[in-house]
């Protein structure tokens, strides 16, 4: 495997000299379709201080390597791997761990978690305070479902409301001849 630390230095020597076409032949296809040659001429005289200064951090003895990879699957599926000591190691797949580098990432790991019905795998992904407030919210549920015989039952045909400790409510249905839970809250 090539040494990015070669595109690196000769990234910093390309700013440092203003040569818009060895910068434009380090750059992604992709940022090459972006910018194209004269974007990257404009990007070097227009912003040469701080793009000198990044290069040069970049191509720096001590600058600290990081390698990743994405590693795609069908149904948009992927994983992130990532450098380590020479050998790549998975960073994230499915959410475990819940590691998303962008937004996309993260509503990729959100589909992959719904999609296994994970539980567990959707805590990971939310926010603390989301993944706090929707346990807390279920903990408290379980709590108020502790009695379900002391529990204020209404019944009205195949339909029924319970009225639980706590303010919660359950709707229930009767469906094919069984009680199931149509919504709570």
Do not use: C
Not at 27 to 55: C, F, I, M, R, Y
Not at 141 to 165: H, N
């Amino acid at each position: 495997m090539p040494d990015p630390r070669v595109a690196a230095r000769r990234w910093a020597e390309a700013v440092q000299k203003g040569d818009a076409n060895a910068a434009y032949g380090l750059l992604s296809e992709t940022a090459q379709k972006s910018l194209g040659p004269q974007g990257v001429a404009l990007l070097l005289v227009e912003h040469q201080k701080e793009l000198g200064s990044a290069a040069q951090a970049a191509a720096a003895p001590h600058a600290r390597l990081e390698a990743s990879a994405t590693v795609a699957f069908p149904d948009d599926r992927s994983a992130r791997v990532m450098l380590e000591r020479g050998r790549f190691r998975v960073a994230a797949a499915g959410a475990f761990p819940a590691a998303a580098a962008t937004p996309l990432d993260a509503l990729r790991e959100l589909r992959e978690v719904l999609t296994r019905r994970s539980f567990q795998g959707l805590l990971r992904v939310l926010t603390r305070d989301t993944a706090q407030t929707l346990d807390a919210s279920l903990e408290d549920l379980v709590k108020a479902l502790d009695e379900p015989s002391s529990v204020e039952i209404e019944l009205e045909g195949r339909r029924a409301t319970a009225k639980l400790p706590g303010g919660h409510r359950i709707e229930l249905e009767r469906e094919d001849g069984v009680w199931k839970v149509k919504e709570f809250d």
